[in-house]
């Protein structure tokens, strides 16, 4: 089947596209119609069912065709789009970054009810692999007061990072380099990451969307996904004040080994906790 849209009207143009995902074996055919039909339109997915008299402009049609066609070979809809939402932000995306996820999203949650218990006057927190500079932009954006500076080895993150702190009108920090390296004369308050953590076999069971699209670098983590939580418990202590907390995203199987990882005694308070998949996600543990 050929996808060719030979009408303009929007109940049409949903009816042909959903029919040639279906045929592509696409995941909710139906919504990445809509969602992406929306997007070209500039209005909320649920406001296509009030405008289905309207009628599309060749140019849009155009787009449209050329956004469809690249959804069948299963390219994120992030990515076609451009930007996705996230926690009250706005969040410039491309194949340089990875989509956030639920489970970060939860994780800035988390880590929110933390940090409204703690007095952040004068508190610094750094974001390590920051990548589009999701977490630190919702963070600042969260907390004003909290100084937010954000790391990552590559940079094209580390230039979508920036400009989506400026369109988020949020005044975090990004530093170019590897894990904290880039932050030799600060003392941290709050450390956060959310790092590659999949083992090389794991990435191969991974879904298409993700390896065919997403940043290889930023999924992968030698000794079994473990490599970057090693690193930055080697490096942890020059860098933080007493009492810092620290807050990860970990592999939902590395509850043991990262316990094991951060087995000094300086560490207090340790607590792994689930997601809503019940599986162990996120790691939090203060200093001493």
Same mark, same amino acid.
């Given at each position: 089947?050929?996808?060719?849209?030979?009408?303009?009207?929007?109940?049409?143009?949903?009816?042909?596209?959903?029919?040639?995902?279906?045929?592509?074996?696409?995941?909710?055919?139906?919504?990445?119609?809509?969602?992406?039909?929306?997007?070209?339109?500039?209005?909320?997915?649920?406001?296509?069912?009030?405008?289905?008299?309207?009628?599309?402009?060749?140019?849009?049609?155009?787009?449209?065709?050329?956004?469809?066609?690249?959804?069948?070979?299963?390219?994120?809809?992030?990515?076609?789009?451009?930007?996705?939402?996230?926690?009250?932000?706005?969040?410039?995306?491309?194949?340089?970054?990875?989509?956030?996820?639920?489970?970060?999203?939860?994780?800035?949650?988390?880590?929110?009810?933390?940090?409204?218990?703690?007095?952040?006057?004068?508190?610094?927190?750094?974001?390590?692999?920051?990548?589009?500079?999701?977490?630190?932009?919702?963070?600042?954006?969260?907390?004003?007061?909290?100084?937010?500076?954000?790391?990552?080895?590559?940079?094209?993150?580390?230039?979508?990072?920036?400009?989506?702190?400026?369109?988020?009108?949020?005044?975090?920090?990004?530093?170019?380099? @590897?894990?904290?390296?880039?932050? #030799?004369? !600060?003392?941290? /308050? *709050?450390?956060?990451?959310?790092?590659?953590?999949?083992? =090389? +076999?794991?990435?191969?069971?991974?879904?298409?969307?993700?390896?065919?699209?997403?940043?290889?670098?930023?999924?992968?983590?030698?000794?079994?996904?473990?490599?970057?939580?090693?690193?930055?418990?080697?490096?942890?202590?020059?860098?933080?004040?007493?009492?810092?907390?620290?807050?990860?995203?970990?592999?939902?199987?590395?509850?043991?080994?990262?316990?094991?990882?951060?087995? @000094?005694?300086?560490?207090?308070? #340790?607590? !792994?906790?689930? /997601? *809503?998949?019940?599986?162990?996600?996120?790691?939090?543990? =203060? +200093?001493?």
């Amino acid at each position: 089947m050929k996808f060719i849209l030979k009408k303009t009207d929007i109940p049409s143009l949903l009816k042909t596209a959903t029919e040639f995902l279906n045929e592509k074996k696409i995941k909710n055919a139906k919504i990445s119609a809509e969602i992406l039909l929306s997007h070209i339109l500039k209005i909320k997915r649920s406001d296509l069912f009030l405008n289905f008299d309207k009628t599309l402009v060749e140019d849009d049609i155009k787009k449209y065709e050329h956004f469809i066609k690249r959804r069948a070979k299963k390219e994120p809809i992030e990515y076609i789009t451009g930007k996705v939402d996230f926690y009250g932000c706005e969040i410039l995306v491309d194949k340089n970054v990875l989509i956030p996820r639920v489970e970060t999203e939860i994780l800035v949650d988390l880590i929110c009810k933390k940090l409204e218990k703690d007095n952040l006057d004068g508190k610094i927190l750094i974001d390590l692999c920051t990548g589009s500079g999701v977490v630190a932009i919702a963070l600042k954006k969260r907390f004003p007061r909290l100084k937010v500076m954000g790391g990552d080895i590559s940079k094209k993150a580390f230039n979508i990072a920036k400009k989506n702190a400026k369109l988020n009108n949020v005044n975090a920090f990004f530093e170019l380099g @590897d894990l904290l390296k880039p932050f #030799k004369n !600060v003392k941290a /308050d *709050f450390i956060v990451s959310n790092p590659p953590y999949v083992s =090389e +076999i794991e990435y191969l069971a991974l879904d298409e969307d993700v390896k065919n699209f997403e940043p290889k670098k930023a999924l992968i983590a030698k000794d079994g996904g473990l490599e970057f939580y090693k690193k930055i418990e080697k490096q942890i202590f020059t860098y933080v004040n007493p009492k810092a907390k620290l807050f990860f995203e970990i592999g939902y199987l590395q509850k043991k080994e990262v316990l094991n990882i951060f087995s @000094d005694k300086k560490y207090v308070l #340790k607590q !792994v906790i689930k /997601d *809503f998949s019940k599986k162990d996600r996120f790691f939090f543990v =203060e +200093i001493e």
